[in-house]
């Protein structure tokens, strides 16, 4: 395949053009982890952005098909094939006998560029202090990020990533290609304004709630770009400085960002091996935030009579309830309790759902389940934020769902996570005995709780800088100061099985030597 080094060579050879291939090469090299496409596709793709660019100027005559295909050391007819698409597109034109040559009116429309900041003259003295302009500082919020490389890693111990392996490509795919058929482009393509897909909505409420022991109506569903949207939108309708929202701690720390943006009043609430504890600091919040059926990060599960103890208080102190369902599909022992909405005779539970978790993190889609009111709301919220999710992503997972691809997928990672959840937790018992309990039903992670004198964070940052071990510290799951710093979080989402036992050894090997 032709590299930079080859054209630059080559382009002393003496011919007219060679702008073009000179600056097909000066172009940014595309991303290990990006499609490359066919070559004919880079081809139009590198001039299209030679010609926007103003590198290549109106009627610029491009080299011979021959030529350039020389040049570049691909086949002839995928340069031409690749100038006769550009030109039907209307960035070339072809002249008899002559050749192609790039179309000025593609550029009409399309500002020039403007003058330099030293040509306008700004007092620089007078620049914008952007923290005094700005009203929220979010960036500064704890950031609870994992490395966009972590693939590359022979033992990550990461949570909320997928398994390439275990994604099911052909059914996507399949799904896909019906998005893309006439009649189901002019279905979604048009303004929804603040509607969703009835059929996506259909089969949420006859596939995906059912599973949680739930049944709503279609005006008590919304569907949200991913849970965090869910949250977002949560916390702007129920919250204002003068209320309190309680956070489970440990717990989800972009919930608790989340909701410090629209209060000051975060209240800390205690989490034991039932779960949420109900207490007198519960009965002061106004609405509270729970992941009952696989608490965050702790992953035990909250049984049935601590949940019929929660709804009884939350209804004595009228106290909202926000629950979010994490990872509820993935249980490996027993029969899996029914979401805490399922128990909610009054309304008083706002349920949060995601087909992320499941799918594929970069999906993003969820849902909320409330009180028709409460969903009214959120929807004419969602409609001045970005009207609805997009429609081609919603017609593509609701055939994803009504082919039973959905469950068919569950049943397949659930016997791949048993599998890993089982092997891991025999090992940590095996290497770091005593400092993990097995999830109550399954999920994608264990919770351990390293030696006293352990600084998780710093052992953390250490093994990723070499390039081997990734895992979580959970200093940054807990509410407040003086954060514990020797717990942390392993995911085996994203790890083979087979990689399993020399990463807990690694790992191992790691605690006993800090």
């Given at each position: 395949?032709?590299?930079?080094?080859?054209?630059?060579?080559?382009?002393?050879?003496?011919?007219?053009?060679?702008?073009?291939?000179?600056?097909?090469?000066?172009?940014?090299?595309?991303?290990?982890?990006?499609?490359?496409?066919?070559?004919?596709?880079?081809?139009?793709?590198?001039?299209?952005?030679?010609?926007?660019?103003?590198?290549?100027?109106?009627?610029?005559?491009?080299?011979?098909?021959?030529?350039?295909?020389?040049?570049?050391?691909?086949?002839?007819?995928?340069?031409?094939?690749?100038?006769?698409?550009?030109?039907?597109?209307?960035?070339?034109?072809?002249?008899?006998?002559?050749?192609?040559?790039?179309?000025?009116?593609?550029?009409?429309?399309?500002?020039?560029?403007?003058?330099?900041?030293?040509?306008?003259?700004?007092?620089?003295?007078?620049?914008?202090?952007?923290?005094?302009?700005?009203?929220?500082?979010?960036?500064?919020?704890?950031?609870?990020?994992?490395?966009?490389?972590?693939?590359?890693?022979?033992?990550?111990?990461?949570?909320?990533?997928?398994?390439?392996?275990?994604?099911?490509?052909?059914?996507?795919?399949?799904?896909?290609?019906?998005?893309?058929?006439?009649?189901?482009?002019?279905?979604?393509?048009?303004?929804?304004?603040?509607?969703?897909?009835?059929?996506?909505?259909?089969?949420?409420?006859?596939?995906?709630?059912?599973?949680?022991?739930?049944?709503?109506?279609?005006?008590?569903?919304?569907?949200?770009?991913?849970?965090?949207?869910?949250?977002?939108?949560?916390?702007?309708?129920?919250?204002?400085?003068?209320?309190?929202?309680?956070?489970?701690?440990?717990?989800?720390?972009?919930?608790?960002?989340?909701?410090?943006?629209?209060?000051?009043?975060?209240?800390?609430?205690?989490?034991?091996?039932?779960?949420?504890?109900?207490?007198?600091?519960?009965?002061?919040?106004?609405?509270?935030?729970?992941?009952?059926?696989?608490?965050?990060p702790t992953t035990v599960t909250m049984p049935q009579a601590r949940r019929m103890e929660l709804l009884q208080q939350a209804h004595a102190h009228d106290v909202i309830l926000v629950e979010d369902d994490y990872e509820s599909e993935f249980n490996y022992v027993g029969e899996p309790s029914p979401a805490l909405k399922s128990l909610d005779q009054a309304g008083r539970v706002i349920y949060i759902g995601s087909l992320s978790k499941t799918l594929a993190p970069g999906i993003r889609l969820g849902y909320l389940v409330g009180a028709r009111e409460f969903i009214a709301q959120a929807r004419a919220l969602r409609r001045l934020m970005l009207r609805h999710p997009p429609s081609n992503n919603q017609f593509i997972i609701a055939k994803f769902l009504e082919r039973g691809y959905h469950d068919a997928m569950i049943a397949r990672l659930s016997h791949a996570l048993h599998a890993r959840w089982k092997l891991l937790g025999d090992l940590l018992e095996t290497h770091l005995p005593g400092r993990s309990a097995r999830p109550t039903f399954g999920g994608s992670s264990f919770w351990v709780k390293g030696p006293a004198q352990l600084d998780a964070g710093r052992l953390a940052a250490t093994a990723a800088a070499e390039g081997k071990l990734l895992f979580e510290p959970g200093e940054i799951f807990f509410h407040g100061p003086n954060r514990p710093k020797n717990f942390f979080r392993l995911g085996f989402s994203s790890i083979p099985e087979q990689r399993i036992p020399d990463g807990v050894a690694e790992l191992a090997r790691r605690i006993r030597a800090s």
């Open positions: 395949m032709y590299t930079a080094a080859t054209v630059h060579h080559r382009a002393g050879e003496n011919h007219p053009n060679r702008v073009v291939t000179e600056y097909l090469f000066q172009l940014p090299p595309r991303r290990p982890d990006q499609p490359r496409g066919t070559l004919q596709a880079r081809i139009r793709e590198m001039l299209v952005t030679a010609i926007l660019d103003r590198r290549l100027p109106p009627d610029a005559h491009l080299p011979s098909s021959r030529k350039l295909a020389r040049q570049l050391a691909v086949a002839r007819n995928t340069v031409m094939a690749a100038y006769q698409h550009l030109a039907d597109e209307g960035f070339l034109t072809a002249r008899a006998r002559s050749g192609y040559y790039v179309n000025g009116a593609i550029l009409r429309g399309r500002a020039s560029p403007g003058g330099t900041v030293s040509d306008a003259k700004i007092d620089r003295a007078a620049a914008i202090d952007w923290r005094k302009q700005l009203a929220i500082h979010p960036r500064h919020l704890r950031d609870h990020r994992k490395p966009a490389n972590w693939h590359e890693f022979p033992y990550p111990f990461i949570c909320g990533q997928y398994d390439r392996e275990l994604f099911p490509i052909a059914d996507w795919r399949e799904c896909c290609r019906e998005a893309a058929s006439v009649r189901a482009i002019h279905g979604w393509a048009r303004d929804h304004i603040d509607r969703d897909s009835p059929e996506l909505v259909e089969q949420i409420r006859a596939k995906i709630l059912p599973r949680r022991g739930l049944w709503a109506q279609p005006e008590e569903i919304l569907v949200t770009i991913g849970a965090q949207q869910g949250i977002y939108l949560t916390a702007q309708l129920l919250l204002d400085q003068g209320r309190t929202v309680g956070v489970e701690t440990p717990g989800y720390v972009d919930a608790e960002n989340t909701f410090s943006i629209f209060t000051r009043r975060v209240a800390a609430l205690t989490v034991d091996r039932h779960g949420l504890v109900p207490d007198a600091a519960f009965a002061a919040c106004d609405c509270v935030y729970t992941t009952p059926s696989h608490q965050y």
